[in-house]
């Protein structure tokens, strides 16, 4: 079975002020709560894949690396241990494939830059600002020689459910900041492709490999953070032995997914919208660590997304 399934792990590292957003909560995030994934969460991650033993891809939004020093430099020691830090944009605009080429182009690069002077070399990987992918990203993304982008989720009950949410926050006058992408992204392969010259979610020869996020054979359910920790444990167990199915098991968490609502200060506005963060550390933890391990024991080799992309692009058709 999936003996020689590769397996990745990435958590994206949206700070509070992207879920501030995505909720349409009034003003701005709390000062003291701005600085919260890097500061509370991000170690929480260093522990959990140091005792499983596995290298991690952390998307970095960087923006934030000029704004919190000492979180910086946590990503660094992070980076100085094996694991790897990709470019998640700027400052994360979910509507970024609406933004003018130079505008899209200035949040690849600036935080190409303030990654690259984190890590001590710039990065090969990018991820969307809310998984929301268009053809001129993946031009930019080619024109810089990036070796993978990582943003396709093609998981149908995801968009629908995001559809929704967002159609019931217009009805009641309190538009989400969230972006709703193309549906055509519900058709995307769900493994590792190169898209197609101006159609980001069909096979093509463009000379960058698309990751998609990890969902179920068939009934396409996302295999995310979200899921692994709020779902109940039998379901978590058999959609993750589900996707272990595929040959390349590519789980996406959220710095989120490791918060400690009350112990590390959430915003009770936040708390009262998330339903995840009323879930205890302890339990979140404890699914994310068995998800691991549960990968491990059918064989699954953990690597960054980096590496992954090295040993998958052999077997795809190259361009
Ligand atoms: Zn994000």
């Known amino acids: 079975m999936a003996q020689n399934t590769i397996a990745s792990v990435s958590v994206d590292l949206d700070a509070i002020a992207c879920y501030w957003r995505i909720h349409a909560l009034p003003g701005a995030p709390p000062e003291e709560a701005r600085r919260l994934i890097l500061r509370r969460c991000l170690p929480r991650f260093g522990e959990l894949f140091a005792r499983a033993g596995v290298k991690a891809t952390f998307f970095v939004v960087g923006q934030d690396l000029a704004d919190d020093p000492e979180g910086a430099r946590r990503l660094a020691e992070l980076a100085a241990d094996g694991h790897e830090l990709a470019n998640h944009s700027f400052t994360h605009p979910y509507d970024l494939v609406r933004h003018p080429a130079a505008g899209?182009?200035?949040?690849?690069?600036?935080?190409?830059?303030?990654?690259?002077?984190?890590?001590?070399?710039?990065?090969?990987?990018?991820?969307?600002?809310?998984?929301?992918?268009?053809?001129?990203?993946?031009?930019?993304l080619c024109a810089r020689a990036y070796r993978y982008d990582s943003s396709a989720f093609p998981s149908l009950p995801y968009y629908a459910a995001k559809t929704a949410v967002m159609a019931a926050m217009r009805l009641m006058r309190r538009p989400s900041g969230s972006y709703l992408g193309s549906p055509s992204v519900v058709t995307a392969p769900l493994g590792p492709y190169r898209p197609a010259q101006g159609s980001p979610y069909r096979r093509g020869t463009l000379p960058i490999v698309e990751l998609p996020m990890a969902v179920t054979p068939v009934l396409r359910l996302h295999v995310i953070g979200t899921s692994v920790v709020t779902f109940p444990e039998w379901l978590r167990r058999r959609m993750v032995a589900a996707a272990l199915r595929r040959p390349f098991f590519n789980l996406e968490l959220h710095g989120i997914d490791l918060a400690d609502a009350a112990a590390d200060g959430f915003p009770a506005a936040l708390v009262a919208r998330q339903p995840d963060l009323r879930r205890p550390l302890a339990t979140k933890w404890t699914a994310l660590e068995r998800t691991l391990n549960e990968a491990q024991a059918r064989g699954a080799v953990f690597q960054t997304l980096a590496q992954a992309v090295a040993a998958l692009e052999a077997s795809l058709s190259s361009g």
């Open 104 to 140: 899209i182009a200035s949040e690849i690069d600036r935080a190409h830059e303030a990654i690259g002077a984190c890590a001590g070399h710039g990065p090969v990987g990018f991820r969307a600002p809310g998984y929301t992918l268009s053809a001129e990203v993946l031009d930019l």
